[in-house]
């Protein structure tokens, strides 16, 4: 084996003010890092958002000397911390080949290079094949899928195809150094320790402003998934008591969900599971029941949208007729729904964005998140949005408007949030979780022990509220 200690490592590193963070394991990382273990003697894997005395890089440098580290892979995967990142990788040893990939890596290759002058690769696209070349010490014309400096000129080679999802490893989590838990502000709040769990890669849909269906190339995803049985192992030999199925939708093949189901059933596995979904599940009824039985407790579903011209520029697949009628089912079943909608939409004005509360409110569902609509690199959106007059795109990929501007946007959605969690809405969100054993009544106290801020936003809200009444009451007496 021509290296000895691969060291992969996630390099964000998370401040005390961040709400929730640690719940999700490096994923991605570890796939990789598991296609490695058999082309190097020793695989570590370093989270820096747990192993924080690594944070500080003097640090890091010394773990890596001491432990005599011969090849590092750092992913790169958000927007955010792009900079220290790049002040990181700058800072690692000349010596030791540097290879980097990820998603944000894969979009930002030749700024990388150009910046970075550590990097010796870059690894676009999904790595897990790619880095067993790497470990290999195959030449560098000869590796699909990377990216390199030679003779002072980038370099890139031709792009990997993508593989089929059941031909990859499922992470080898003897690799983890820490226990993924739902911390508060760095706190370990509930003990409910949580793994992700990926079945099938890609979505047979087509949403316009969707970019996960893609790979970071762009390329649309096969919908390709796993043998059940090897799903099904994957669980049963987790410690971690909730399991997010990371699928993009976890139903996309109705019979193949039921089978997964099935089979868990058959062999006792007690979980909390948690899955992405489609409205569409609402068509079968069976599969529900079979869900609720298995410990399915939340579902989160791409909602996008109230209004059907707004569904159909978003190539969604369903209008509100089907939304509405889809919820009528869902209610009766004891899941945790969580709605994704997307504002500041082309031609949407103020007034159908802040209807999105009300709409929630109405078709019942617990909780939701909304966010601007992005136009990325990639997305289906991008034509449209450049060519509607008064419409604009940022280099991020943020849309605004000269009717809309990103304050006006962020405006907005604070209203939509005050529309729909109100204190009332809060309380509901507690009954609902505690109800359909999505939380436990002990984890739901420490949740809110330990989140002050959310208390006081709640405490602020009823003085605001008070104070409101009291000055309508005033205007009222005065002209009276
Ligand atoms: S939004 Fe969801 S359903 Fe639509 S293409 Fe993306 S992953 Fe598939």
Redesign the pocket.
């Known amino acids: 084996m021509k290296y000895k200690h691969a060291l992969f490592l996630n390099p964000y590193v998370e401040s005390s003010s961040t709400s929730i963070m640690g719940l999700f394991p490096p994923t991605g990382l570890e796939y990789v890092a598991t296609s490695a273990k058999d082309y190097v003697q020793k695989v570590t894997l370093l989270d820096l958002r747990y192993e924080k005395e690594f944070a500080s890089k003097d640090k890091l440098l010394d773990f890596i000397r001491e432990n005599n580290v011969d090849i590092l892979c750092i992913s790169i995967v958000w927007d955010r911390q792009f900079q220290e990142i790049c002040s990181l990788l700058n800072y690692m040893p000349d010596e030791i080949p540097l290879v980097v990939g990820g998603y944000k890596a894969t979009l930002e290759v030749e700024k990388l290079l150009q910046s970075c002058s550590k990097i010796d690769i870059v690894v676009r696209g999904e790595g897990e094949e790619t880095i067993k070349d790497i470990m290999k010490d195959l030449s560098l014309e000869d590796i699909q899928g990377i990216s390199y400096r030679l003779n002072g000129k980038i370099q890139h080679n031709k792009t990997r195809p993508l593989c089929s999802v059941d031909d990859i490893s499922y992470p080898d989590r003897s690799l983890r150094r820490v226990k993924y838990r739902i911390a508060l502000n760095g706190v370990d709040i509930t003990k409910l320790t949580f793994d992700t769990v990926l079945s099938a890669r890609g979505?047979p849909?087509?949403?316009k402003f969707?970019t996960?269906?893609l790979n970071p190339l762009g390329q649309k995803r096969n919908y390709s998934t796993r043998q059940v049985e090897s799903v099904v192992n994957e669980i049963q030999n987790l410690d971690a008591e909730a399991i997010l199925f990371s699928d993009?939708?976890f139903f996309s093949n109705i019979k193949r969900a039921e089978r997964i189901c099935d089979l868990l059933i058959e062999r006792k596995v007690k979980k909390r599971f948690f899955a992405q979904a489609?409205i569409e599940i609402a068509n079968h009824p069976h599969l529900l029941e079979k869900i609720v039985k298995v410990g399915f407790k939340l579902l989160l579903l791409?909602i996008e949208s109230p209004h059907d011209h707004i569904l159909a520029q978003l190539n969604k697949g369903f209008d509100s007729f089907a939304i509405r009628r889809s919820f009528e089912v869902l209610r009766r079943y004891p899941i945790y729904y969580h709605g994704y909608f997307i504002y500041g939409n082309i031609n949407e004005t103020e007034d159908e964005m802040l209807y999105i509360a009300k709409f929630a409110r109405e078709i019942g569902v617990d909780s939701i998140t909304f966010q601007k609509l992005r136009i990325e690199k990639f997305s289906g959106l991008k034509n449209l949005a450049e060519s509607t007059p008064g419409y604009h795109v940022t280099d991020r990929g943020e849309l605004y408007s000269d009717k809309y501007s990103h304050a006006a946007l962020k405006r907005i959605g604070r209203k939509i949030k005050f529309f729909f969690y109100t204190p009332f809405r809060l309380l509901r969100i507690v009954k609902k979780a505690l109800s359909v054993g999505l939380l436990t009544f002990r984890e739901i106290v420490c949740f809110f022990t330990l989140s002050p801020r959310l208390l006081k936003g709640l405490i602020n809200r009823e003085l605001e509220k008070k104070r409101l009444k009291d000055s309508l009451k005033r205007i009222f007496i005065k002209n009276n």
């Open positions: 979505c849909n087509d949403c969707c996960f269906k993009d939708n489609r791409g």
